[in-house]
């Protein structure tokens, strides 16, 4: 991914200036390790897209990555991770020196990834003071530090360095503030005319590129902007121009390109593959917070996976040492107890007890003979209750060992339908969900309740609309499709599921004109796409009403008995898939590229 440069963090202040200007800091967080959020109030209007105000400043200081922006109440919920319970140090410094302060500026400084925002404010002996909170931006150094414009003194850092840690710089509260020391052979475009320019543009080596020889130079450019502008032209006056419109923060046209991957502050000739944005912040709440909430999602994915391939090896080795129960050895110790009963009854042995540890009689099929071993001590009636006592023992254990093959047989079923779910799990909401599935399977707590009707999200499900606005409901977790088969579901609704593989349960309400084949196809391909047959084609997918689903006791959440099915054969379309989950604002009822199979199962 790209990183943030110097350049589009300068035209972030310059947005940040005019939005801010007459604002006041309201509140101040620290809800985790590398994230701080400053609430404002007053100041300019500023909306996203939605029409959502966008008044909290988001800043984040993972060496990964390094950013800030301003969020809505919205962004801020699915962005910022709430892992400190009580307000830490730093925060209760921040809100004693920050709280109730006005914005008096907000720059960047020049050819550096260091954001300033001026503040005034009243100290406790009630004098105005000037304060700084300076964002620095920069990889593995990145940091925040408050300290007095006046004096020059640190009052917080948010990762203090040391003298060992750093020989140029040390930070630490109570000492004097440094900026971040200047690369040695870089300049600032401002201190070069158009022939010095020239004059650099012709001494490039041969051996390095000029994107390369231009960023080892040139402060505050980073490496694709640079690649941008000189595709653009590789004249040395041109280029100059057009860094030179830059630097001043004339014509950005602020983009992101259709992967992703990357974004631009300058217009692009192939505009279908750019996405184009209204401001420089909607790029850093677009872009970087996409990429941050898509790392988080990949990690915790990787970890929830590897808890479930641990889960996996424990239920191998419970498998491994489930020792079967043969039917035989049940039958041959009933039978071996009822002949020497029947011996004893008939006279074939003598005395009350027997006179040695065996005794041989005949088997009344074969007339061959059959040695016994007995208990001397024992009676023959005791020694025949001693065989029945073994042969009720192997009937018990062979219930348990059914019993338990059984359970393991289902928790297997259910580990495989978690790692589908997590592999394709869209959201960290998503991913907690299962994680508390296979919380429940280890025994660390019970399953959550069933969620209320006031309740917004439904833990686990996802709702989405068919084309004719039919509701549709897709199972994103093990509690999720219990929730779907049971509390959520009506006699006459439509409960879908691909057939004899791992997948979320979908369920569809019908109007009172029935289920049309429109609808019917969007929800069966629903349910592949979000199945282990995603990339598989003619999937079949059964379906039948929810009259007929019943749930199995005992067993892992979502696992259903069910009759009166039919099958539909599903090759699922990604289009369709988008559309359903983020529908157009003017959506017309799409129409199937390919036709549907059923038949009756």
Known sequence: MQQLDALTLKALAAELSLLLDGAKVSKVQHPSAHEFLVTFWGGAERRNLQGEQQNVFYIHLNPELPFCALLTNRERQETVLNTFEKPTALCMLLRKHLNGANVLEVDALPGERVLNLTFENFNELGNKVRLVLSIELMGKHSNMILYDDVQGVILGVAHGVSEKMSSLRELSAGMPYVPPPTPSGKRLLSTLTQADFVSLWQNKPDDESMPTYLNHRLAGFGMRILQDVLEH???????????????????LLPAISQDGETFTLLPQPNGNW????DSVNDLMTTYFVRHLQNSRLKRRRERLLLSLSQREKKWKQRQKELIPVDDAEVAQWQTTGDRLLAAASAGEVQGEKPQSGRVTLTYYETGHPWVIEVDPALS???????????????????????QMAEQLEHEKAYLDTLRQLATQADTLAELSDIEADLENIIGKKTASPAPSKKQERLP???????SEGHAIWVGKSGQG????VGKLSHPNDIWLHVHQMPGSHVLVRPGKEGLSNQTLLEAATLAVWYSSARDSLNVPVIYTQCKYIRKIPHSYPGHVNYRGEQTVFITPDPALVE??????????????????????S
Do not use: C
């Open 233 to 251: 032209s590789d004249s040395p006056t041109e280029v100059y121009r057009i860094l030179s419109d830059l630097e001043e923060q004339r014509g």
């Open 579 to 600: 559309r359903l989950i983020h529908p157009p604002a003017e959506s017309e009822t799409s129409h199937s590229a390919f036709g549907i199979m059923t038949h009756e």
């Open 380 to 402: 023959w009636v005791e020694n025949a209750q001693l065989y029945y006592r073994r042969a009720r023992k192997a009937k018990s254990r062979k219930a348990t060992y059914e």
């Open 274 to 277: 750019w996405e184009s944005l």
């Open 481 to 484: 499709n219990d929730l779907i």
């Open 460 to 466: 686990g499900i996802m709702s989405l609309q068919s």
